[in-house]
């Protein structure tokens, strides 16, 4: 534990430089080459490339609890719908948890692998499913495939 009144302020200086430094990267200092601007940074608008390398999950739109996600495999109903996670590796069981925004968010409750795992964790959290939803669940492979 450091007592601060003991230490000068050229002290002080260099400990909170070196702390910073640590974990924030270098602060500013007189020796650095770039001083900081003279006047305040203005906000600028930022528009956004159509070629983002980030790829589709760099839309807002198009994160996994937003209510237009492209890799919805089915809704079960209003509350319950059914994801494959963006890199493909499993099928996610999300429930409506209100709002975000605005607009209907989702939150995951159940991550499957497989249509088995897939259809207990419907059968647990959502309970009796109608016809149409169990034949659409029927169709889908064994393994999550995106």
Known sequence: MFHFKSLSTEQFEILIRQYSARFFGPLYSSKHD????????????VERNSDSTLGPLSDLENRERSDTY?????????????????????????KRKGYL?????WDGKSFCRSKTGLRRAIKDKVGAIPPEIESQLAQLPDWVQL
């Open 34 to 45: 770039n001083p900081p601007p003279s006047q305040p940074i203005q906000p600028q608008m």
């Open 70 to 94: 492209s890799h919805t495999v089915l809704r079960i109903d209003d509350t319950w719908r059914v994801i494959v996670c963006p890199e493909g590796l499993q099928w996610i069981l999300q």
């Open 101 to 105: 925004g605005g607009r209907p968010a």
